[in-house]
């Protein structure tokens, strides 16, 4: 089946600092990939689409200066905090669609704790 | 506005038992509704997944019932394990929103031994 891996798996920065999310889709080629957040015992909250060879698609709510988002090939995706708080501490994951008849299927990736102290 | 309502938001259920998770939604376009496992610190995974031409799918001890016309969908667990403790999401996506996909909030089941 398709996966998606995610590293780092947990992230503690100070806040100020910048951080970086990798998200790879290992068997599949992906040219959308969506990025959620999820607080504590809460649902996932989409928090921008991924698209490779354009610029991300965000939702409305979420700071484009804060969580740039680089599509650099048809398996990587990247996140990255900028100027990181504890309020944007949280569980970050990423998901791609799969392939034609499957492209509804969405595989999600692990997930990463980002910790901002 | 929640476009996927789900519920309960949580469930304690004795193992062997039934589990029963409902979800309702608001959009006619969506065409596809997954149901995802969650275990603490991992990312979410589907577990089964229907599209609105049929009413039912099973998958071992795990069965979607779809509801068209009341837009409603549910998801049953037969002979609950201890096992099957987590959070489970439903979710609906459709080629108009770009197969994005809407969450439920969740509900978390406690299966006891």
């Known amino acids: 089946g398709a996966v998606v891996s995610q590293h780092p798996s947990r992230v503690i920065c100070k806040s100020g600092t910048s951080v970086k999310i990798e998200c790879r889709s290992l068997?599949?080629?992906?040219?959308?990939m969506f990025w959620y957040r999820q607080f504590p015992k809460q649902s996932l909250m989409l928090m921008a689409t991924?698209?490779?060879?354009?610029?991300?698609?965000?939702e409305q709510g979420v700071e484009k200066d804060k969580f740039l988002i680089n599509h650099a090939s048809l398996t990587l995706s990247t996140l990255t905090v900028t100027s990181a708080h504890p309020e944007d501490s949280s569980f970050y994951i990423c998901?791609?669609?799969?392939?034609?008849?499957?492209?509804?299927?969405?595989?999600f990736g692990p997930g990463t704790r980002l910790t901002v102290l | 506005q929640q476009q996927v309502k789900q519920s309960p938001q949580s469930l304690i259920v004795q193992k062997g038992g039934i589990s029963i998770i409902n979800c309702a939604y608001e959009?006619?376009?969506?065409?596809?509704f997954p149901w995802y496992q969650q275990f603490p610190g991992k990312g979410p995974a589907l577990l089964i997944a229907?599209?609105?031409?049929?009413s039912e799918k099973k998958e071992g001890r795990f069965t979607i019932s779809f509801n068209k016309s009341a837009k409603q969908f549910s998801l049953h667990i037969m002979d609950s394990q201890p096992g099957d403790s987590a959070t489970y999401f439903c979710?609906?996506?459709?080629?108009?929103?770009?197969?994005?996909?809407?969450f439920g909030k969740g509900t978390l089941l406690t299966v006891n031994p």
């Open positions: 998901s791609a669609p799969g392939a034609g008849s499957s492209y509804n299927e969405q595989f």
């Open positions: 068997d599949f080629q992906a040219t959308t």
């Open positions: 991924s698209n490779e060879g354009s610029k991300a698609t965000y």
């Open positions: 959009n006619t376009a969506f065409d596809y």
């Open positions: 229907i599209r609105p031409d049929v």
């Open positions: 979710a609906a996506s459709g080629q108009g929103s770009n197969y994005k996909l809407t």
